[in-house]
Structures are given as C-alpha cells and as structure tokens.
C-alpha cells in the first residue's frame, strides 16, 4: 500500500533527523585514561585523564549527548576561548617527584584554587566577563571562586604566565579547602560519573588521605580558529593523586627492608577494582610508566637486557603492549611505557594491576635546571622582605635547553608574582644576589614589567626575566615592603593565624619537556600521549607565604556592647522606677509603720488585723504638720539627673 505525500515527507524528515543525530554522537567522543608511576620515596602517582569533545556548530545551537551541557552553555555566554581551573591540597615535591617533565609541569599546582581564562572579548569587556564566569563556577563546583570577582584578587599578566595580549586574567585563593564538596560536581561532568569505568576507583577516603592530591579542568574552545584545525570544544579533567601503599611483599632475608620498593595493587591503594569500561567510551586504557632514571638504573643492576621487567619487577596483568620512549635527549636513557586495555574486563572478571618488586632500587627524578624557595625576611608588624632564591640541580650547561650566545652560555628564568594590595612592596629596593654577591640588577634583569597595588583596589604583580649564566650555583632577588592596616571588617575569622601570600610561578622558556611514545597509524593516539608530546616550559610553583600582620582587639567590640547594655539597663530601669512609683501610697505606709512602732498600743493593731481579715485597707490619719514638696523635689532631681547622665553619653559616644 502506498503511503500518502504527506506521510512520506513526515517520515522522510524523521530519518533525516535520525541520521543528524547518529552523526553528531559520533562526532562527540569521550575517553578515559589512568597513569600509574612508581615514585622514588616509595610513594606512587595514580593521574586519571578524561577528556570530552564536542563538535562545532555554526548556528550557535547544540544538542549534546556526551558533552557536559553547563560548560558548552558556559563558553558560548562569556565567550572564553581556554580555562584552567584547578583545586588542590598540598604541595608538590620537586627535589623527590620531578620537576623536569610533562606531569609537573602541566598537573603540579600550587595550593589552593588557581583559574586563569582568556576571553574571546574586546578587552573593555574582559572584566566583565571574568566576574560573570567566576559565579558561575562557585556554583558549578560548591567553591568560593566567587572572591575572585573583586579587582583586588585578580590581575592580567601580559608575557610572562601566557601571551593573551590583554584577554588573560589571573586569579588564586591560597587558603581555599579541597573537599568531596569539589569533587562531586567535577565528577557530574563525566558521561558515567564514578558508576563505572576508571572514575570507579575513586575512594574518597583514599584521596583525601592522600598526600597530595589535585583536581583540574582544562578548557579549550576553538571557536574562533581560522585554520578550521580540531574545531569545537576540548574538555579536560584529570586527577593527580600521590599514595603511600599498602606493603604487600614478603619478608627478605637477604636485603634491607629500607631500599625495596613496596608492592602495590590498584585494590591495595584506592581498595576498589575495574569492573571495566564506561560504556560511553570510545577507548580506556591504564598505563604504568617508568621513568627515565627508574629505567637507568635497572640497566645497571641486572644489565642491558633487564630493564624488560621480568627480572626487576612483576607484574599481575600481562601488558598489551610496550611502548619505549622515542628520540630522548636528556642523555639518562629512556622511559618505558606498559600499555593494558580495560575494554576486556567485566564484572565477573575485574582489571587488578599489581606491582611486586624483587630486587631493591634506588634512582632519583630529573629536576629543573633551578629549584626555587621563597621565603620571609624580618621581623616585627610592620615591614620585612620577600625573598626567592633559585638553587642550582643537577642539570648544567651542557642542557639543551641552555641558551648559546656569542658572550656564552645563558640561563633564562621567568618570575611571575602577585602580592595583596596590604603587602606594599617596594620593587626600587630590589636586591640580586648571584653566587653571594651582590650585583647591579640591570646586568642580569632581561625585561621587567611592574604594577605596584593600589590599597583596596588593585593587587601587586611583577614579571621578570632573569639572564643568568649556566654555571650559576644559586642566585637569590630580595624585595622589601611594608604591612597595611586593614578595616575590622576585611579580617578573616582567623585573622590571628597570618595572611596568605600567593605561590610564585618559576618558568624556564628554553626548557621543554615532552616525551614522545610510538603509535599505530591505524587508530588515534590516546590523549594522555598526545599531552606527553607536546612542548611545554617547565614550570614549578613556590610555596605559599604566610604574613602576621597587626590586628585589632577582637574583644573591644564586645566589651563595648556589654558596658553600653549597661548603661541603658540602669538608665531606664532608674527612669521607670521613678515614674511608675505613687508617692501618696508609698508616704501613708511609711507613716502609718512609724507610728506602729513608735506607739505599740494594742488598739492600732486590733484594728489592723480587722481590716485585713474584712479585707479593707486601713486609712491612716494624715498629719497636716506633714507635707510631700520634699518627696516631689527628690523625684524630679533623679529625673534631672538621669537625663544629664542620657545627654552627656549621646554627646561623647553617639
């Protein structure tokens, strides 16, 4: 039977609709990926990676399947073309963890809340939009970023932290506290939550027992990209976590306890399995990476052929593949890169990744060219110093990312720094000491760039490159300043414990750290390589200063409102007392026990007792020689008087 016109077109327009729809969810993808790393200090790392893509749409509208709806809503409104967002406890080790590779330079990060974003808007609207988007993300993530709105909070770096050409802003709250609160709303953003896939494994006890641990969201929208390269939205969200497992091995004899390696096991450290994939998925993988130094040292032990594994270490799952890092130039051979692929693995057959140690190892992470401390100098509330000083490692002038000029080899250091705007810092005092010497600043100071803080209005900031020769042992730069006097109502409740001074970012610009891993041609490289592979300064953050600064009496306020509570009390009760008191009552009965006494005849008091029992009140006989001017004079002098005493507080307090 043939179908009408009508009908026809109906269905036709519904399959086409269909068919769109199929196509934008295979456009959409989703991909999991967990990174597990044996430390040095016999920790281990464990770095979730997800990360979400949502295709463009040129008319502005998008009907999203995989995507968290609330950020694509969240770009197109303020226009941002990349965010980082980041909640964090603890600090990360440099001299023990590293400090010369991708995973500390793009996941380490300082304590505390960090959101930097450049804006896709003409720079008078950048302000604007910076408040409207930290709203929106206190309420999106349960978190203060809300007091980043103010001008005091923020600034805009120009070269230094990024190159946005004024579209960038900046922003940090030091003392923000990381809780399940945060994580489970950046969890909501995942397709399958922490129901299944590798989200799974995250124990909240586990994490928040952790040593160090941070949660980021990285944003890129290439909206606006003319070359047409990977259009749409980029989603990630990764979980950096270091754990202190559970010692799984066996007693031996032969070797000090103190130099193995605990074993571990993905159900000893965070106490669940992976009861595979996310079925949204399109690839989930685990890694188990060891590093460079790692690998060098387990050449030396058991020899060339025995960095395998099979003789230093072993493993509960067989890898599916291998992957040894290509093209390394850091002359300490070579990390390795053990591959396994969850998507075989259910429920009745769970993904377990266990790690024994068999021989004792020892080995040391590659560090920066420089390892920086910051710290206070001085005493007293009223001035000090800011101090940073930049130590030598174990990388030296035959680096390559040293800097080779005709006068020699040069060492170039990025200094990025915000201060509070009751932090006055006076940056003419500006000391450089190179290898305990004091030298002219002009002759080491490349470009320099200051916005000195404007008391409640705008925040210090600094950026600096420093010029320094390779074989720099140490190098130290001091800044002086004084302490500003807050109004009582801008301290914090634990105004006593100090002020936060924000982490300092330390880059080298002609170091970069990448590792390049092999892949198949036939499928996509997993994005957690795709980020080993690309280029990005090392980067390491200071620690967070804590500044006493001269705070008021808490308690005069209350004494205060006690001592003027009692000054009304009486004053009133005083008043009311007098004014509700009846004089001729009051003079009868006086009169009348005078008498009583005076007298004592027994007719008085028969006459007394009569009354009362008739229930009448007896009428004391008044004497004329008696009057009441006396009484009424000393009611209207306490009247006087409790108004002078009204008066004289309402002129030297009101």
């Known amino acids: 039977m043939e179908l009408p016109p009508r009908w026809a077109v109906l269905l036709f327009l519904l399959l086409s609709s269909t068919k769109a729809s199929r196509s934008a969810v295979d456009k ?9 790393k044996p430390l040095p200090d016999r920790k281990v790392l464990a770095h979730f990676h997800f990360e979400s893509r ?20 969240m770009v197109e409104k303020f226009r941002v073309k990349e965010m980082e967002l980041s909640f964090t406890q603890g600090r990360w080790n440099y001299e023990r963890w590293g400090g010369f590779d991708t995973m500390s330079s793009n996941n380490a990060k300082p304590p505390g809340v960090e959101l930097w974003a450049v804006f896709d808007v003409p720079k008078e609207q950048v302000d604007a939009s910076w408040k409207n988007l930290t709203h929106t993300l206190s309420g999106l993530f349960c978190a203060s970023i809300n007091f ?3 001008s005091t909070m923020y600034s805009a770096p120009d070269w230094s932290f990024r190159q946005a050409s004024g579209h960038l802003r900046y922003g940090m709250l030091p003392r923000e506290a990381v809780c399940t609160e945060n994580l489970t709303p950046w969890l909501k953003l995942l397709p399958c939550r922490d129901n299944a896939g590798l989200s799974a494994l995250m124990d909240r006890p586990s994490i ?4 160090y641990h941070s949660q980021r969201l990285h944003l890129t929208s290439n909206a606006s990209d003319l070359e047409g390269l990977n259009p749409g939205i980029v989603l990630e969200q990764t979980l950096t976590v270091v754990l202190h497992p559970r010692s799984q091995r066996t007693i031996l004899t032969h070797i000090s306890e103190s130099y193995l390696q ?11 399995k992976v009861n595979g994939r996310c079925a949204l998925a399109k690839s989930s993988k685990v890694y188990l990476q060891l590093e460079r130094g790692l690998v060098s040292e387990l050449k030396k032990n058991i020899g060339s052929e025995g960095y395998d594994g099979e003789a230093n270490f072993e493993l509960s799952v067989n890898p599916d593949r291998v992957l040894k890092e290509e093209n390394s130039r850091h002359g300490i051979g070579s990390s390795l890169l053990y591959e396994f692929s969850v998507d075989k693995y259910s429920n009745s057959k769970p993904f377990d990744l266990g790690l024994t140690w068999k021989f004792p190892v020892i080995w040391s992470c590659q560090q920066a060219p420089l390892h920086a401390i910051r710290f206070l100098m001085g005493s007293g509330n009223e001035r000090g110093a800011i101090a ?31 201060v509070p705007w009751y932090i006055r810092v006076y940056y003419h005092s500006l000391q450089l000491f190179v290898d305990d010497q004091l030298k002219a600043v002009g002759a080491f100071v490349e470009k320099i760039h200051v916005m000195p803080s404007k008391d409640k209005i705008s925040p210090g900031m600094m950026e600096m490159v420093l010029k320094l020769p ?23 409740p634990d105004a006593n414990q100090g002020f936060d001074i924000p982490s300092a970012a330390i880059s080298f610009p002609n170091f970069h750290a990448s590792m390049h891993f092999p892949s198949n041609d036939s499928e996509r490289k997993s994005p957690m390589l795709s980020k080993f592979q690309e280029s990005s300064p090392v980067l390491s953050y200071t620690e967070v200063l804590l500044v006493p600064l001269t705070t008021p009496d808490f308690s005069m306020p209350y004494n205060v409102i006690t001592i003027t509570c009692t000054v009304f009390a009486l004053y009133f009760g005083s008043l009311l007392n007098v004014l509700r008191q009846r004089v001729g009552e009051k ?31 007896q009428e004391p006989s008044q004497s004329p020689s008696e009057s009441s001017p006396l009484i009424n004079s000393k009611l209207v002098l306490k009247v006087l008087l409790m108004a002078a005493l009204a008066v004289a507080w309402q002129y030297y307090f009101g």
């Open 28 to 36: 959409e993808e989703f991909q999991e990926e967990l990174l597990l």
């Open 54 to 73: 949502a295709p463009r749409n040129s008319n502005g509208r998008r009907h999203l399947h995989l995507f968290p709806k609330a950020i694509s809503q």
């Open 148 to 150: 980043l709105e103010s």
């Open 208 to 211: 928040y027992t952790s040593f």
């Open 262 to 272: 605990p074993s571990w096991s993905l159900s000893s450290i965070f106490g669940r």
């Open 388 to 418: 940073i000083l930049l130590k030598s490692t174990d990388l030296n002038d035959s680096s390559p990312g040293a800097d080779r000029s005709s006068d020699g080899c040069e060492l170039h250091v990025n200094i990025f720094q915000i």
């Open 470 to 492: 390779c074989g720099v042992k140490s190098a130290a730069l001091t800044l002086d300043f004084d302490k500003g006097f807050l109004h009582i109502d801008e301290y914090p």
């Open 587 to 617: 003079e009868r009965l006086l009169k009348s026990k005078a008498t009583a006494v005076k007298t004592g005849r027994p007719s008085e008091l028969l006459s007394r007792l009569s009354a009362k029992l008739r229930g009448r009140s």
